[in-house]
């Protein structure tokens, strides 16, 4: 089984900073592409950043310039660090990860249950 479980979340100002992480554990034989997500009250779930096995990364435009994905290989851990938070990044913050258990399995997508952000005016 693989686990997904995030942390960092909180109550922030508008213009503080937050920094979301998220470890994979469990039987992970390659850790692949791995994502944040972000779903606002009422709202759909949309991809914040991503970040590949060789860290090529890619950001919503709402992300860019203000958050920072990251990850620690080693680790099995990635990291969004978010800064000059405004209202509007309130929601929860998911993260997703496309992982192969074991060279006799193929790549499957997983999720962690989510960490709430909630900033405020």
């Known amino acids: 089984q693989v686990q997904l479980v995030e942390s960092g979340g909180g109550l922030v100002q508008a213009g503080g900073s937050l920094r979301l992480s998220c470890v994979a554990s469990?039987?992970?034989?390659?850790?692949?592409?791995i994502a944040w997500y972000h779903q606002a009250p009422g709202k759909q779930r949309e991809l914040v950043a991503d970040?590949?096995?060789?860290?090529?990364?890619n950001y919503a435009d709402s992300a860019k310039d203000r958050f920072t994905i990251s990850r620690d290989n080693a680790k099995n851990t990635m990291y969004l660090q978010m800064n000059s938070l405004k209202p509007e990044d309130t929601g929860v913050y998911y993260c997703?990860?496309?992982?192969?258990?074991?060279?006799?399995?193929?790549?499957?997508?997983?999720w962690g249950q989510g960490t709430q952000v909630t900033v405020s005016s």
């Open positions: 970040i590949s096995s060789s860290a090529y990364t």
């Open positions: 997703n990860a496309k992982i192969q258990r074991s060279r006799f399995h193929v790549e499957s997508t997983y």
């Open positions: 469990g039987s992970i034989f390659r850790l692949n592409v």
